[in-house]
């Protein structure tokens, strides 16, 4: 049974040694490397358990976690999870963005939204947090297709759970999925 934490020292761990870790080789390559390269001596039965290869509901011990948190740079797993606590890379936090929230629109009203390479949308608010499309350019999204969303935030991907479209629905859709939208406003 593995915690975020032990799920993001196994991908740091295989960043590292600059491949995944997915046969019955590849661990028993990974820990021979250990052991010879680094003097860390983790079984390649021990590692298959922790990737998942092989069955366990176990805990991994903490010597294996003191040992692979010193294998990417650690000086064992207690000072991995305070790293972790204390990296910005990982934490939550507010930031600053061009948004359009749904709550703050008034049913009938247009906004238009936009992402590279060239899309273009003009939605019409129905309340609700509901769009119709009313005109789509150079997408996937068509005019007459509805969608629910709570906002649009410049520079990030709009993920939407699904497009409704002559009466179905669609599996999830994202726009803008490098780069963000890059057009969000009201049409005045």
């Given amino acids: 049974m593995n915690t975020p934490e032990i ?3 196994k991908r740091l761990v295989e960043e590292r040694y600059g491949k995944h870790l997915t046969t019955t ?16 001596f983790v079984s390649p039965s021990t590692l298959k358990r922790l990737y998942g ?5 176990h805990k991994p011990r903490m010597l294996t976690l003191d040992s692979l948190s010193a294998y990417i740079g650690h000086k064992d797993y207690a000072s991995f999870l305070l790293w972790l606590k204390k990296s910005s890379y990982y934490n939550s936090s507010f930031f600053d963005a061009g948004q359009l ?4 629109l008034e049913q009938g009203e247009q ?18 947090s509901l769009y119709h499309v009313l005109a789509a350019q150079n997408s996937k999204v068509e005019t007459g297709d509805r969608f629910v ?14 497009l409704e479209r ?3 629905r669609t599996p999830p859709f ?9 057009i969000v406003r009201k049409i005045i």
């Fill in 7 to 9: 799920e993001e020292l």
């Fill in 53 to 57: 290869y092989v069955s366990d509901s």
């Fill in 25 to 40: 080789t590849d661990f028993e390559e990974f820990s021979v490397i250990l052991r010879l390269r680094h003097e860390i």
């Fill in 101 to 104: 929230v749904s709550s703050d």
């Fill in 174 to 182: 994202v726009a803008g999925r490098n780069g963000g939208l890059s």
């Fill in 111 to 128: 906004i238009e939204i936009g992402w590279a390479p060239n899309r273009l949308l003009r939605l019409e608010y129905l309340g609700d």
């Fill in 166 to 168: 002559n009466g179905e």
């Fill in 149 to 162: 969303t709570g906002c649009f935030i410049k520079e990030q991907p709009l993920y939407l759970p699904y």
